[in-house]
């Protein structure tokens, strides 16, 4: 396994050259577009890794995943999807004409940014620090990582360069789908966006979505159903607007974040974290994506 | 002249009933569904009037022609018209997914709210404070009205449930089409709109646009050429969605506000203000456009 | 005058540099770029002319004037209306989208296709001989000239490559907005667009909507308020989605064509007809309109 | 089984009231409403059915799954895919509009009618009835079912009745995406949505599916790759836009059609047909759907 990996990553590594690094965020530019690394982690508590595996990059969309099941802990399914749907809506990951155009106004579903701002405003706390700090407390519990943090010059970033997500968030408030304070749910979105991780936390992620929300110890965290919702939208909705074509080609539970980072879930065997920060237009990692898809040839672990 | 205002006002008295008083800002909401008064000032310094002719009321939308006439001034046509576009949108005034779905991505026309933020953030001054009074200023010039002045709590309820609008700020600053704080720019909006006015403020605006930027002295205080942009923009774009339908009816450059106003020009005759606050579904006083129809076939005055 | 006629025609011979022959249409694609041709026609019987002013060219979408005079006289203004609405659309001429996304399934207004559309469905008569036959004739009466006639090559092509317009057709039946024959209309709203004009035909047309409907001869064929109804939509929504900024530039009611035509109404006064086969990025004669914005300037006859 | 299947369609029986059968077609509007047939087919040749499992119904948007795999092999992936999209459209199955505003103009994905008629213009043939014979021939072939026919009456129903298809093929003409005769192509795509099946025909088609593309004897008729994408696509995009909802319920590759079946894979194991002719909103059978994640939850077999 190590050695497929190690011939992946070294296959795959010019792929990196036809995308570039995201540069709406000045942090984020400062990327190495020609990083990729691989980590995969299985049931038996076997780790294999290649490449770049131990750089450290921001978690970005990744977060939406956590955020929706804490989320849902806190509020339970059914409150959580009367204000966000859980369907595709065929648009970029920003767009904010669905929310105006739909007979339904909340958002299509959790993984766009309109519909992750919803979940990250029902996050419970007696304040907006509390409140992340649940967020951060309950990524660490179930990437079994307590070394998690914020990257506070992302973080400073995302909030100067926002104005999209400010945009929606307004939009989100006068439509009363957002109830509180729309800069500190953005606070709470912005700083979630930014916590550091590496692709051993992201492949700590998948397993624990494969292992149907049990930590390694067999404790379980969440019901195997959120879990299974959570995978159901990372199948239809978790690459953006290319979620269709990526699930014909790699056919895994997924999420990618513009950070470079992808998580992907062989249900009941693998979590795996990539790291990739080349991007393709449409904001997937474009080497991680090849590689994943190679990956999948070989394991023949695809769920279709 | 007075009896047939007298005799109008009677007659469309009932139409009030039609409509509803806006009630987003729960200010707006106070006022009296069956007021309806009319100014009509003409280039001999006769004044006619008639009805709820001195309710005070806010200016509301009317205030995107006074803002959009000093933003030319400051800014001169071609920056100004380098932000925001000629062309009626076809959308709601409060509507933002042309912003999007467009390929020019600046606002339509400086009548529909979006284009309005716009231009209110291309008002020059030292501050926030000094670029609202020098609005406020100009509103009192033109209108020769040294009374003019802010309502207070109506510019406190817009703030508190202006999220549409905040909303549109913050896509048009991720657009850089906003250039400073967005904040700064939507107080200066606000205000504008929560200004106090009486029909005959609004006659004497409708009358210095007759009068292709000039005061009773004769003083020319914008050029020609920047009036008849104004009022072609009052045409095409003045009553939100419903502007064709009003031309056919009516046929003179007329602006609305959802606070019962609307300003109506005579070219190179008179100035009429109308104050009727019972709204129709798309934001125009119902009372006062069926009064102007009807005046209009009286005094034989259309454009067209 | 007819020297300044002269002098303007050679002045904005170069402007049809700066556009394109319409090539959607191969026989229209063979027209002469550079050719530049205006027509005069003012109330007391006097004709001026210059430049390419006695070439053919096919009305094109100025035939939608024509055509929604005659629906309205054979259905009344009400019934028409119910069906095609009096709004600037602020979409392209060809556009479909609104037809779909507005709560109101009806086309926004006559001056574009699908609603021109609409308009050919109401015109009456025993069958779709019989229809166009009398929309020829009545545009023959109204332009006072006898030799009107379909140039058939140009309708050839227009069956040929319509379908987009087709669409739009099956989508109006769809929603039971057109009743008939959905290729009969078209093959109605194909021919009327492919009956060849002169710059004098064209100009007749203005003269006839300048004195209200009436002929040469004082005979009324149309009232007042239907061709105040004609001349508001050409004002708001005559030239495409360029609307608003033809009536900033020039602000008389004008209705283009792509086979290069323009009809201008001075109110009262003249009727102008102009033809210039180069067209703009938006489908309007480009050195038409910077001619006729010239000419305003000079004869100082703006509505607004 | 047998038993587990008899109590489903008791208990799910009273659900059908909530819908109601499609009316847009009048052939269709004769459906029994209450009616609710399932049938099983399993790897090992076991079959299982219960309820009204040999109703006849037309099998509509399910035969978009069949010309799927016909025009793949008839043109191969890559010429299919130049012309459709893989990705879930967020609108309705008849919507239009993406077609006008995406910059891609081709449709979204080959489950929606406007995708659909492409993939129909694709299907290789001498003229148009060799075209629909072959797909006809094909469905008998996968499905193992050489009675399969043309509903004569259904096909006329959906031909007068199908103006909004029409509308989208003459716009996808338009766009050159359609290169033949859209009135060929709509009859081979009416005449497909219009064959009769039972849900014994529907669950061979999912089993076939099941088993990668081959027959009860074994014998490879496409690849697995092939039924992979097809697989892929029926999560995304099988239920119209509720896909995302319903992946979440039952979470196996399924499409839908108005007239009341539907098809269910479980891969390598089962194939499942559903009649169920009461509709909810989106167009897909309610009870039929509530039945599928019930029987879903017995036998534990997501992919998710």
Known sequence: MTE?????????????????????????????????GIYVLDNDGNEFFAGDYDKKFTVQSISKVVSLM????????????SKVGMDPSGDPFNSIRKLETSSRRKPYNPMIN???????????GVDVKDKFNRLLDFFKLITEDPTLDLNSRVYLSETETGNKNRSMGYFLKSENIIVGNVEEVLEI?????SIDVTT?????????????????????????????IVKTLMVTCGMY????????????????????????????????????????????????????????????CRIF
Chains 1, 2, 3, 4 share one sequence.
């Open 241 to 300: 607007d290319s979620s269709g074509e990526f699930a014909v080609r790699v056919g895994l539970p997924s999420k990618s974040g513009v950070g470079g980072g992808i998580v992907s879930v062989i249900p009941h065997k693998m979590g795996i974290g990539v790291y990739s920060p080349s991007l393709d237009k449409k904001g997937n990692p474009i080497a991680g994506i090849s590689l994943l898809e190679d990956l999948c040839n070989e394991l023949k």
């Open 70 to 81: 804490l989320a849902i802990l806190d509020n339970g399914e059914e409150l959580v999807f």
């Open 114 to 124: 309109a519909g992750a701002i919803v979940v990250s405003s029902m996050i419970k």
């Open 200 to 228: 051993k936390t992201i492949a700590r992620l998948g397993l624990f979505l494969a292992n149907e929300g049990k930590l390694s110890t067999g404790e379980e965290i969440i019901t195997p159903r959120i879990t299974r």
């Open 189 to 193: 979105y912005f700083k979630q966006c």
């Open 4 to 36: 497929l990996l190690l011939h992946m990553i070294e296959k795959h590594k010019k792929v990196t050259e036809e995308g570039k690094v995201a540069n709406y965020i000045p942090e984020l530019s400062k990327a190495n577009p020609t990083d990729l």
